[in-house]
């Protein structure tokens, strides 16, 4: 069971970027995928949710209406859209996704928004 993040990478303010969450070992159909951030001292916070069936979608208050979660359930991916990038979002970024009780995790990918 795993979960492997790719997209990320520097962008100017305003920009924007897109990035993928590949899942292996179980279906993103049949658990609810979740997109975190971690900046540099700082928590860990949630950016977005997809439930299993794709009908509940959350955003935190900070990204909603710039992100969008989404995903293409024969990749077996979710994607996570993000434009009018700011400063504030630069931030390591993670999937995550409960399975059967356990908490998986990516290996997280680099997101710097700067001029």
């Known amino acids: 069971v795993r979960l492997v993040e790719s997209g990320g990478g520097l962008v100017q303010p305003g920009g924007s970027l897109s990035l993928s969450c590949s899942a292996s070992?179980?279906?993103?159909?049949?658990?609810?995928v979740s997109w975190y951030r971690q900046a540099p001292g700082k928590e860990r916070e949630l950016v977005a949710s997809?439930?299993?069936?794709?009908?509940?979608?959350h955003y935190a208050d900070s990204v909603k209406g710039r992100f969008t979660i989404s995903r293409d359930i024969a990749k077996n991916t979710v994607y996570l859209q993000m434009n009018s990038l700011k400063p504030d979002d630069t931030a390591v970024y993670y999937c995550?996704?409960?399975?059967?009780?356990?908490?998986?995790w990516g290996q997280g990918t680099q997101v710097t928004v700067s001029s």
């Open positions: 070992g179980f279906t993103v159909s049949t658990y609810g």
């Open positions: 995550q996704s409960l399975w059967r009780g356990n908490d998986i």
């Open positions: 997809i439930s299993s069936s794709g009908a509940s979608i």
